[in-house]
């Protein structure tokens, strides 16, 4: 098949270089890309076509949801655009979610039922990336992982067919689809199980000073406190567009009530430095952040440093960040409590790795020419590798890097075997390779 040929058997858009349109169409939200051809699929046929050319091609495809993906960045391939199957249908408790949906669409559309899914920080971010690589969100200590609420997906897989996937019907590959990325074919519907939502208790903290006190104590409060509650600690400089600068600690208590949440969250109200911002019953589609688009002029800053999922947030690893970013005011710190459901789940039972964690830290220091001298590079690097110690696994989810020696991070030795012979027998051409890619073996 050539492309005329696929143009004749897609309902959507063929987009190639020099057609009109092709700087829109390679645009995603995290750059420009440089494929070799995007499909914007229309129908589920037109995601089919769009596979089975590329594997006739020898072309490995690339999956756009929410775009949010540094992946995008990478050349060749077909991109398949899928922001038109953005469907959200609601058959009460479950929820069925195009995979072109994004998180935002999403919440706001179950918000008007009083149900809601854990999920992403970020109303841009596209459903399909997120649930597939894990998905950590603002119920994660009540819900688990977004990964954790699917019950079942449609898929079109690397010759092509469209089958239906759930525990009973496929359960090996659905235990791949769920941590294991977008190794295994194309989503082009997510079936959640949701829950009721009425509204969440919102309290944002700004701090001052001494970030150790308040880390050790979150980490104290978050020990023993109900599930309902999900806290971010968040350090980031001026320079970052996604949240405004200093230090902060953002609070959600799913339900109305504002007592439970104030008396819970006591301790750090009342740590010197601490400043109540915000508190207030809000619904849910509110606190959802609105990232900007990246700027084709601007470049990506570097990034030293990475994420890691840590067994606890111990104090060598509290003084570690903290050190960490004092050392380097240009960076980022970023804490998010897990435990409660997410580690209820067996760690056999699904590809995502690091059940036991009860923290997720993010920090790095940005690399732009003038602000970081040789010495402070290494020395970030070394800053880092002492962070990185206290790591059971890194979530790919949050990383920016197409690093692929990466996935020995992601998964361990048993999980990636298991998930490299889920890919052998669903994509042995290893067609959808664009991401942290399980080879089949």
Known sequence: MNVGDLRGSVVGDVVAPGDEGWDAARAYHSGIGRPELVVRARTVGDVQAAVRYAAAGGLSVGVRGGGHSAWGALPGGVVVDLSTLADVQVDAPAVHVGGGATWGKVARTLATRGLGLSSGDTASVGVGGLTLGGGIGWMVRAWGLAADQLIGVQLVTASGDLVEVDAHSQPELFWALRGGGGNFGVVTRFDFRAHELSSVVWT??????????????????????????????????????????????????????????????????????????????????????????????????????????????????????????????????????????????????????????????????????????????????????RIAQSGLALYGNFTATTDQTLLARMYPPATLSRLSAVKHLWDPQNVFSRNFNIRPV
């Open 204 to 385: 944002v903290l700004q701090l001052s000073g001494d970030a150790r006190p308040v880390l050790a104590t979150m980490r104290d409060v978050m020990a023993n406190a109900p599930r309902d509650l999900t806290v971010t600690f968040m350090d980031v400089p001026a320079m970052d567009p996604s949240a405004p600068a200093g230090a902060t600690l953002s609070a959600l208590w799913i339900g109305d009530d504002e007592g439970a949440a104030r008396a819970v969250l006591a301790p750090l109200v009342e740590l010197d430095g601490v400043t109540v911002l915000e508190s207030g019953v809000r619904a849910y589609p509110e606190i959802l952040l609105d990232m900007p688009a990246a700027d084709p002029s601007q470049p990506v800053p570097g990034f030293i440093g990475d994420n890691i999922l840590a067994a606890a947030l111990d104090d060598d690893l509290i003084e570690a960040v903290v050190s960490f970013h004092e050392a380097h005011p240009a960076s980022v710190l970023f804490l998010r409590s897990l435990g409660g459901a997410f580690g209820d789940v067996a760690q056999e039972a699904t590809a995502f790795p690091a059940r036991r964690a009860t923290w997720f830290v993010m920090e790095g220091a940005f690399d732009i020419p003038g602000v970081l001298t040789d010495d402070e590079r290494v020395a970030a690097e070394s800053g880092w590798a």
